[in-house]
């Protein structure tokens, strides 16, 4: 599967002392301020837009055999499979739509991904002729998928629990109505059923009153066929082995369907999945692939930062209501993570006891001030990092490493400069 590089750029508010002493201690922080980088546009792909995608691929030179295979499937599904990279084609169809564009602008294209299910055929739950009974079934069969997946997937909810995100396969057991299906002779007389075959003799009326079939013209079910077919070879004494398409009324085929657990109910697994691309117009004035995700955190992703910091280091990092850590400063009540040393002095004083007048003399001096930037440092880069993990859950690594360039062009502003480039 090809997977999406996430790049993620996260602005976040910090505040420092106003005394120059705790400044100078923090020398280029105040440029660490970056301004929301937010898609401006939002597009949809139309039936037309996959229809073209179809084309494209097709007309694709450098497509591979099994990405023009999925022409097809991206017609017809109105999606793209996980072969096929929308940054392929995505550029064209905003190049039709928005010729011009603000430099550096975004646009974020939503589209249907497809997937099959992953079908466990080795070891699926195979409904039984007691679970049948349990679903109010008369036979050890369905006759509808339709009530097939609604009855199972109650079946599941009832007997079945398992941890979030569990798959399941499940083997049943459907009957359709009057299918033609292909039936071989062999010189020995032995029936078999085969694949499809466009040169099969089909039987006309005649032959099926052969063969005392001739009321509905048909077989009653696969067996009975496998079981007359041989008499009728012989009765139209026909040249051996050959190949006859026949009319069976009632067939049984063996059926796959997966479910997926969400902690609280299974549900049949969709082929369709919703996703998202972002796109942003470079300065070559073409839509390339942003594979990066930027945000600025908010007073609600601040509370999880504050949150996992209680629940992972320790309460004693929170101030007395709890809207506030000192383990690496975020504040869901102010909206802003404090970078002075005063506070972690108060509540972390085994690490960041700082001898502020350079004295070598104090005594209990844990740390200087140079340290304890870094240190600060690091623990705003873990309790991110561990913000993104809890935004982000589902992030996947690459299918390719981009670079993009901003300029700062003031205090807290910075302007798009070039790419994304791939690395």
Known sequence: MKKIFLAFIAAITLFTACEDKYNDQFEGMEDKVWKAYTPTLEYTLTATDYTTISTAITNNANATAEEKALAATVKSKQAIPDLIKLSDYAPAILAKLYKTFDLGGACVVKYNRYAE?????????????????????????????????????????????????????????????????????????????????????????????????????????????????????????????????????????????????????????SSLQPKSEQYIFNDQNVWVFDPSIKFTASKTDLAIIVEWVKTNKGTNFLDSYGTAEFYSGASAYRGNVDYTILKREQYDAANFLVDHDNDVNTPLVSITADAAKALMDTRIKETMAELLKIKYPNADPNRGNYQLVYKCTGPGTFTYVSGPTKL
Do not use: C
């Open 117 to 269: 299910p992953i079908v466990n055929t080795s070891s699926p739950l195979t409904i039984s002729a007691a679970n049948y009974t349990s679903m109010g079934q008369s036979s050890s069969y369905f006759n509808s998928q339709a009530k097939a997946e609604l009855l199972i997937k109650n079946f599941l909810d009832n007997t079945n629990y398992a941890d979030p995100n569990t798959q399941k396969t499940v083997k049943y057991v459907l009957e359709k109505q009057s299918i033609e299906r292909y039936i071989q002779v062999n010189a020995d007389k032995t029936t078999q059923e085969v694949a499809y075959d466009k040169d099969a003799y089909k039987l006309v009326e005649a032959d099926y009153d052969l063969v005392g079939r001739g009321q509905h013209d048909n077989f009653n079910d696969l067996a009975d066929a496998l079981a007359l077919m041989d008499d009728l070879a012989t009765a139209r004494t026909d040249a051996l082995p050959k190949i006859y398409k026949v009319l069976v009324y009632k067939n049984y085929y063996d059926t796959y369907i997966v479910y997926t657990f969400d902690g609280k109910a299974w549900s049949l697994t």
